[in-house]
């Protein structure tokens, strides 16, 4: 009972801020009591309304504080008699800790729990575990709040350390005599060895997946940067276009009527000097009429004579007697002409406008299913095929022979390889497939201007075409001269993906899942045809008819 009243009377004179025996002690108009420097830190975190911790009655204006000399001189007392704030390990226990089972008053953390008593304790009350003798069998493990669910519900004294696994619950030692007799059970702790290792492989997975979806977030965002950062870019870059177009009609607006003013204005004064001689002649003409009117009025005969035959002769007209005036719409061809531009350019607008694509490329196909949405038929052209190369399979097949086929090459037929391209030209998003002998072959793309002839005229060797070089045990891919080794081997059946907007290339690997052999990123600036090359005699190649 004394202890008791030791631990009511510590709580008594404790701050509840520092959770320690008061210092300078104050109380405020509440009542409640706290160390001076504690309820002062506290009050000018509050900035305008100064309450208890603990009742939290307000107070304006601020209190002033004064030492409560009667604390004071109490706490001093109980410290002189051997009382001293509680230790770190003696804190009290919060919401989320185990709390002592003894602890009267405010409770203390709890440090040890103990299965026998079904108690947890303090490092006060947890004493006479270690001290006496009748519990040095006690067992004791770090805090729980869970005791009773360690306790076996049908021996009630028996902990359960064994687990079955033919029920897959935790036991104690007698279950295993009884309720489960001939069941496989184990130790808890060898039970607890082997789902740690499927723990720890989940964990493995899981933070492997973690790790995963990270990546792809991180692509995620990569791909939406890259997305408004072109957006951005084009959206910048069409509008300089625009403008330049915008720039370039206005200039040709102002050629054409500058050129139209001039040409008015030649005209108008064409047509304003001849009408001044006009005038000038219609005024000489008045004149020389009131003269032959005055003449005309003469009495005397001889006068009248002598007069009409001293004047001058009626000079002759310089303009016919005609003028041929042309129509108002001096200029209608010229307006013709820009109506007619005007709606070519609408045209041309309308076209692009249709065929521009401003949505984004959709992903690549996955499955061979997928690849066979866009399969095309390919046929090889025989005006591009060398003249060793023979044609078979409603020309869809090419094989090489020692024996020339034809007797003179065709502009369009290589001479320097030999190759051969499709007759077909490749836009949009295609698929075929190349049918193999299992020698080198190389399946190939390239633009219809690639040269014939000439070191450069392989495939794989210009900045014209794409070539993967198939050997038996690896492949080569090879663009612009530039190699790229792949470990992989080819089979015998090459799928080859195109989708030409997006400027992706694909070469896979046909069997019963498709395997992606290289890939090709960048922009095709023409239609593409397939191409095929061959080595050596007796090999062969045929683009496949795809369902």
Same mark, same amino acid.
């Given at each position: 009972?004394?202890?008791?009243?030791?631990?009511?009377?510590?709580?008594?004179?404790?701050?509840?801020?520092?959770?320690?025996?008061?210092?300078?002690?104050?109380?405020?108009?509440?009542?409640?009591?706290?160390?001076?420097?504690?309820?002062?830190?506290?009050?000018?975190?509050?900035?305008?309304?100064?309450?208890?911790?603990?009742?939290?009655?307000?107070?304006?204006?601020?209190?002033?504080?004064?030492?409560?000399?009667?604390?004071?001189?109490?706490?001093?007392?109980?410290?002189?008699?051997?009382?001293?704030?509680?230790?770190?390990?003696?804190?009290?226990?919060?919401?989320?800790?185990?709390?002592?089972?003894?602890?009267?008053?405010?409770?203390?953390?709890?440090?040890?729990?103990?299965?026998?008593?079904?108690?947890?304790?303090?490092?006060?009350?947890?004493?006479?575990?270690?001290?006496?003798?009748?519990?040095?069998?006690?067992?004791?493990?770090?805090?729980?709040?869970?005791?009773?669910?360690?306790?076996?519900?049908?021996?009630?004294?028996?902990?359960?350390?064994?687990?079955?696994?033919?029920?897959? %619950?935790?036991?104690?030692?007698?279950?295993?005599?009884?309720?489960?007799?001939?069941?496989?059970?184990?130790?808890?702790?060898a039970e607890r060895t082997e789902r740690q290792r499927d723990l720890e492989?989940?964990?493995?997975?899981?933070?492997?997946?973690?790790?995963?979806?990270?990546?792809?977030?991180?692509?995620?965002?990569?791909?939406?940067?890259?997305?408004?950062?072109?957006?951005?870019?084009?959206?910048?870059?069409?509008? %300089?276009?625009?403008?330049?177009?915008?720039?370039?009609?206005?200039?040709?607006?102002?050629?054409?009527?500058?050129?139209?003013?001039?040409?008015?204005?030649?005209?108008?004064?064409?047509?304003?000097?001849?009408?001044?001689?006009?005038?000038?002649?219609?005024?000489?003409?008045?004149?020389?009429?009131?003269?032959?009117?005055?003449?005309?009025?003469?009495?005397?005969?001889?006068?009248?004579?002598?007069?009409?035959?001293?004047?001058?002769?009626?000079?002759?007209?310089?303009?016919?007697?005609?003028?041929?005036?042309?129509?108002?719409?001096?200029?209608?061809?010229?307006?013709?002409?820009?109506?007619?531009?005007?709606?070519?350019?609408?045209?041309?607008?309308?076209?692009?406008?249709?065929?521009?694509?401003?949505?984004?490329?959709?992903?690549?196909?996955?499955?061979?299913?997928?690849?066979?949405?866009?399969?095309?038929?390919?046929?090889?052209?025989?005006?591009?095929?060398?003249?060793?190369?023979?044609?078979?399979?409603?020309?869809?097949?090419?094989?090489?022979?020692?024996?020339?086929?034809?007797?003179?090459?065709?502009?369009?037929?290589?001479?320097?390889?030999?190759?051969?391209?499709?007759?077909?030209?490749?836009?949009?998003?295609?698929?075929?497939?190349?049918?193999?002998?299992?020698?080198?072959?190389?399946?190939?793309?390239?633009?219809?201007?690639?040269?014939r002839s000439g070191d450069e005229s392989g495939f794989g060797f210009n900045?014209?075409?794409?070539?993967?070089?198939?050997?038996?045990?690896?492949?080569?891919?090879?663009?612009?001269?530039?190699?790229?080794?792949?470990?992989?081997?080819?089979?015998?059946?090459?799928?080859?993906?195109?989708?030409?907007?997006?400027?992706?290339?694909?070469?896979?690997?046909?069997?019963?899942?498709?395997?992606?052999?290289?890939?090709?990123?960048?922009?095709?600036?023409?239609?593409?045809?397939?191409?095929?090359?061959?080595?050596?005699?007796?090999?062969?190649?045929?683009?496949?008819?795809?369902?």
């Open positions: 009972m004394a202890q008791k009243g030791v631990d009511l009377d510590q709580e008594t004179f404790s701050c509840s801020i520092c959770l320690d025996l008061l210092k300078d002690p104050v109380t405020i108009p509440c009542g409640h009591s706290y160390c001076m420097k504690c309820i002062q830190g506290f009050w000018d975190e509050e900035e305008k309304i100064h309450s208890c911790p603990q009742c939290r009655k307000t107070f304006m204006p601020r209190p002033v504080l004064v030492k409560n000399v009667m604390f004071a001189a109490l706490v001093d007392q109980l410290k002189k008699t051997g009382l001293q704030a509680a230790p770190a390990d003696h804190c009290y226990a919060g919401p989320e800790d185990v709390s002592c089972d003894v602890c009267s008053g405010r409770k203390l953390k709890a440090i040890k729990s103990c299965l026998i008593c079904l108690a947890s304790y303090c490092k006060k009350h947890l004493e006479p575990h270690l001290d006496e003798a009748a519990f040095k069998k006690h067992k004791l493990e770090e805090p729980s709040k869970n005791l009773q669910e360690k306790i076996c519900s049908i021996h009630r004294d028996e902990v359960m350390k064994m687990f079955c696994r033919t029920d897959q %619950k935790c036991i104690c030692y007698l279950c295993p005599v009884d309720e489960h007799r001939g069941h496989d059970t184990v130790s808890a702790a492989e989940s964990q493995q997975q899981i933070q492997q997946r973690i790790q995963d979806r990270e990546k792809e977030v991180k692509l995620l965002q990569q791909e939406v940067e890259a997305i408004n950062h072109s957006a951005d870019q084009t959206v910048k870059d069409s509008e %300089k276009i625009f403008t330049q177009m915008i720039n370039l009609i206005q200039k040709r607006s102002c050629d054409v009527k500058q050129q139209i003013r001039s040409q008015q204005q030649t005209e108008v004064s064409r047509v304003k000097d001849l009408q001044e001689e006009l005038e000038q002649e219609i005024t000489e003409l008045k004149r020389r009429d009131a003269e032959l009117k005055q003449l005309s009025l003469t009495e005397d005969h001889s006068q009248f004579l002598l007069n009409y035959l001293s004047l001058p002769p009626l000079s002759e007209s310089t303009h016919s007697s005609s003028i041929n005036v042309r129509p108002l719409t001096y200029f209608e061809e010229v307006t013709a002409a820009v109506s007619k531009l005007r709606d070519k350019l609408k045209e041309l607008l309308r076209e692009e406008w249709t065929n521009m694509d401003v949505s984004m490329p959709e992903p690549e196909p996955k499955t061979r299913a997928d690849f066979l949405k866009y399969a095309c038929h390919i046929t090889v052209d025989p005006n591009t095929a060398h003249r060793q190369l023979l044609l078979s399979e409603e020309n869809r097949k090419a094989i090489k022979t020692e024996q020339l086929q034809s007797d003179s090459d065709h502009p369009d037929s290589f001479t320097e390889f030999l190759q051969v391209l499709s007759k077909e030209s490749l836009t949009g998003r295609c698929y075929w497939e190349v049918e193999k002998t299992d020698y080198i072959v190389d399946v190939a793309v390239a633009y219809k201007n690639i040269s900045d014209k075409s794409w070539a993967l070089i198939c050997y038996p045990d690896c492949s080569l891919f090879y663009h612009n001269s530039i190699k790229t080794s792949i470990s992989a081997p080819v089979s015998s059946r090459v799928g080859v993906y195109l989708d030409h907007r997006a400027g992706v290339l694909s070469f896979y690997n046909v069997s019963e899942s498709m395997t992606l052999l290289h890939r090709v990123q960048t922009t095709f600036t023409q239609p593409l045809h397939a191409g095929l090359r061959f080595y050596s005699v007796g090999v062969s190649a045929e683009f496949c008819k795809l369902k």
